[in-house]
T-cell receptor
Framework: EAGVTQFPSHSVIEKGQTVTLRCDPI?????LYWYRRVMGKEIKFLLH????????ESGMPNNRFLAERTGGTYSTLKVQPAELEDSGVYFC?????????????FGEGSWLTVV | GQNIDQPTEMTATEGAIVQINCTYQ??????LFWYQQHAGEAPTFLSY????GLEEKGRFSSFLSRSKGYSYLLLKELQMKDSASYLC?????????????FGSGTQVVVTP
């Protein structure tokens, strides 16, 4: 069974440009999460989807970040316009449902470098 | 909020044992995860503890003391492939499931 897959694995863009990251959760997982790790810091929560609905977006840094999950399958995270401080690794994760104890599976991350 | 502390780096010899400690402060504890992450790869689930005590899975064991806000991950019979970053993450009842608070990770270096 395929795990959580993310695309692209690496992206280098100029400040002011737009980047869209994609995440395909494990098939059948209703819950999808975005996390981010910036240089020298710990992994931090961005937001949580249950199917196509945003359950919690308290970690989104500002309105330059837009996450969508149309149809409740894959999700995209768009950064527009990108700033230097947006550089980091963006992880996607998924779980079967929202019950406590459900294993949360992570993807390999999308490395974003803004120059 | 939560505050999660774990050592930055630990070095051990192949075949030895290493214990990675994690202390946390949280309002409404709802479980602690350990993940293993090799460079450039996905964090891989190792364990989840929500009750006090020791859980063993092969060479890896995880311990939790809720009263002390303390957990450790024990790696036995170390192998070179165990060189990786080990992440401690806490879930809180004040947050939705899946909203984890991570420590900065402990880089374990296994030497021959």
């Amino acid at each position: 069974e395929a795990g959580v897959t993310q695309f692209p694995s690496h992206s280098v863009i100029e400040k002011g440009q737009t980047v869209t990251l994609r995440c395909d959760p494990i098939s059948g997982h209703d819950n999808l999460y975005w996390y981010r790790r910036v240089m020298g810091k710990e992994i931090k929560f961005l937001l949580h989807f249950v199917k196509e609905s945003k359950q919690d977006e308290s970690g989104m840094p500002n309105n330059r970040f837009l996450a969508e999950r149309t149809g409740g399958t894959y999700s995209t995270l768009k950064v527009q316009p990108a700033e230097l401080e947006d550089s980091g690794v963006y992880f996607c994760a998924s779980s079967l449902d929202s019950s406590s104890g459900n294993t949360i599976y992570f993807g390999e991350g999308s490395w974003l470098t803004v120059v | 909020g939560q505050n999660i502390d774990q050592p930055t780096e630990m070095t051990a010899t192949e075949g030895a044992i290493v214990q990675i400690n994690c202390t946390y402060q949280t309002s409404g504890f709802n479980g602690l995860f350990w993940y293993q992450q090799h460079a450039g790869e996905a964090p891989t689930f190792l364990s989840y503890n929500v009750l006090d005590g020791l859980e063993e899975k092969g060479r890896f064991s995880s311990f939790l003391s809720r009263s002390k806000g303390y957990s450790y991950l024990l790696l036995k019979e170390l192998q070179m492939k165990d060189s990786a970053s080990y992440l401690c993450a806490v879930s809180s009842t004040t947050d939705s499931w899946g909203k984890l608070q991570f420590g900065s990770g402990t880089q374990v270096v296994v030497t021959p």
